[in-house]
């Protein structure tokens, strides 16, 4: 039995009605439980802020996307080198950094729970390598759906139950955590030298449209009970005028989840540009915000950009492709065999560009448009719209109007009749703010029951403490001190271990990857499935009982079972 | 003026790398410097005065004013002169990888050969090499969209290949030949082969080029304009414009050249 007593802390828990409150915070054996023996470790929390651990619901950290992002940008690896220190493994890169420089810079700024946002079931081996290689975190990947044969065979078909059963199997033999669809249908045309230009462009052979693969994953995803809802990205990415297609897709999801979203549509900031070309780009936002203050069924993350150096990569093969045109820089493409694909390329965000600012506007007014902070939560889509550490900066700007406002006086004066940002005068508070950096990944993942992103009894002992006394600064004023203290936690604590103090790593290791075997019928299911077996065989490189994830690549592993209801 | 010789002391394994980024003539203005200037060697960091006798001659106020002498073995001495802004760096033999690396201004002069990537990425100043230099001379690192931007860099001797890769600014003169993908990606700046080497200037987008000497597998995606008379000595040069694949805009003079076959 390990106790710990952590007191004076100033916890800020929405999902309890907590909001700044000086109290104690007692945790045994991982669990924050009512009371605990005298013979607890005391923390003295000396009325910091204090917070459920932050989750990421959309970051790409592992596989092997990532990974190429690294080895084809060494100057990339250059850039932010930390050295061997104590516990620590020396760490390097700056917007793809190892698997522990992302694992330490997570940890030390709060946050203890990351889902990787795209993972190609094919290559699901080298995501859970690298998960193992993230010790900090809990480890989550979405699974790659817009592209997969079968599914869009059966799409074709109209038969929804085929398809859950199809997800279900690769779900289960892949080890992924939820339904993820980039560019549904765009990455499979792009094969055939074409790209779908929005939800109604049938994908070439197969005859299906965006719209129908969205629609009916939705359905398959509430038919398997997942944790989590479907995970979008829509068609169209970084393209001017793309804002209709958005919400166009977000009118196709149906509404049949009562706990949470019956639909997560990520970076929502690449997917809000009105105009007609780069030369005319500008800010729909405010319609795109519109749309989901209307639909309480819908989430978003706000793909927030910050200027500066990073890569982009994703499995939207024909996007990267097109940026790599404007560019002509460094650039990869591949396919993935009857499943999907990706591309990467280095990108610089410049202040300079009318572009690039109307880009950054888009994020932050996303987030101060939509009025639930639990619909729209704080993501960069790491590392396309920026590296993660710089969510500090972006939680300054939704505090802080005089920080906004002297931002956007440094961006060319073009700018300004093209986005909205200078008239919106909202200020977030540290509850909406823990909204949109925890409470609100825990419902959008369907983990809140399960203890995460909140500090409540019987919850997960993942607690940040930051160095700030909330009630003495004003967010507003005093943003560069927002900046710093979210920059490096007090304490993060982990099952009720401390992981990291003063920035300092404290722990090998304290880590789960959560993933989820859905439960169908036995008949239905795809292992027993003649045509399945036949086209697997005729179709794959790899044989199919060689292609499911081995137990070995998930030793320390949360599966959470799902009875479907059929 | 201060002249401060480096005297490198023998070393039990000579072959052991020495990080010496801390030799730039800023750091011994001072008389009482250097105070706590250390080098990695291998996997170990030692105080400078355990791996070179100092020997001080005159004083300083500026970096200006110091010139600093490496003597004995320092072909294993990475990184001299990195970042260097002013002052002087000789050097009596040769020296190891990454010299003048960053180099703002001032002067390096090395009587021997150089290691790979000397000069790298260099903004300013002048480094001179009496011996040969290895591949990747004035270019830049691994992944970098841009090599040297300015200053001047002369290779007495032979270079190696990708010599002025990304070639951004500046001058790089070769007197001997140099290696393969000589110029490679060049963007700008002024190159100048005296004796042979092999596709010269591939994917330039700008700059100029001049090979005195023999261009073996010329790359074929330059376009010809003319042939021009050259310089004092009158040279009969070829005139070309490219790399066209890069829809590039350099230009390329060469004396004598072959297609691969
Ligand atoms: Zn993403």
Known sequence: ??????RHACVVDPVNRISGEIMDLAVRDGRIVESVSDRAEVIDAQGFLTMAGGIDSHTHICGTKVNFGRYMSPEDMRAGRTLKK??????????????????????????TAVLEGAMAPLEARHTHEEFMATPLQDTMANVLF????????AVRDRDVKRVAAIVAWVLTAVKGFAIKITNPGGTEAWGWGKNVTCIRDPVPYFEVTPAEIIETLIRANEILRLPHSVHLHCNNLGTPGNYSCTIGSMDVAPDLNKERQSLYVTHVQFHSYGGTSWKDINSKAHVVADAVNRKPHIVIDMGQMMFGKTTTMTADGPMEFNLYKLHHNKWSNHDVELETGSGIIPVYYSRKSIVNSVMWAIGLELALLIKNPEQCLLATDNPNGSPFVKYPEIIALLMSNPYRQAEIATLPPETESRISLPAIDRELDWNEIAMMTRAGQGRAL????????????GAIADIAIYPLSIGAIDPSKEYTRVIEALRLTRYTIKNGKVIARDGEILSNRNKTTIWVRPKIPEQHRMDHDPDFIR??????????????????????STCIETEAVW | MVRVILDVKPRKNPFLPVEAECLVPKNFVDEREPRDLSVWVGNKERRLEEVVTLTREGTATSPEDVELVLRGDTSRFKRVGEYMEAGRITIEGDIGMHCGNLMKGGMIVIHGNADSWLAREMVGGTVR?????????????????RGMRGGEVEVMGN???????????????IHGNSGDLTGVEMAGGTLIVHGDCSRVCANMTGGTGYVYGMVHHMIPTFRFRETAIIGPEKVKMSVFEGDIANRGKGTLFIKVYKYPL
């Not at chain 1, 039995?1 to 952590?6: A, C, T």
């Not at chain 1, 104590?86 to 190892?98: A, E, F, I, L, R």
């Not at chain 2, 040969?132 to 992944?143: I, V």
């Not at chain 2, 270079?159 to 003169?173: I, N, Q, R, W």
């Open chain 1, 1 to 6: 039995m390990s106790e710990l007593l952590i």
């Open chain 1, 86 to 111: 104590g516990q620590m493994h020396s760490t390097s890169g700056y917007s793809v950094p190892t698997t522990y420089g992302n694992s330490y810079r997570y940890a030390t700024m709060g946050y």
């Open chain 1, 146 to 153: 817009d592209g997969n044969w079968p599914v869009m065979e």
């Open chain 1, 446 to 457: 369907g983990l809140r029951k399960l203890g995460r992103g909140h500090l409540g009894l």
């Open chain 1, 535 to 556: 086209n697997f065989e005729r179709y794959y490189t790899v044989r199919m009982s060689n292609y499911p994830v081995q137990e070995a690549y998930v030793p320390e």
């Open chain 2, 129 to 145: 090499c009496n011996g040969d230099a290895h591949h990747y001379c004035a270019s830049g690192y691994r992944g970098e969209k």
């Open chain 2, 159 to 173: 270079a190696g290949d990708f010599t002025a890769e990304y070639l951004t600014g500046g001058s790089v003169t």
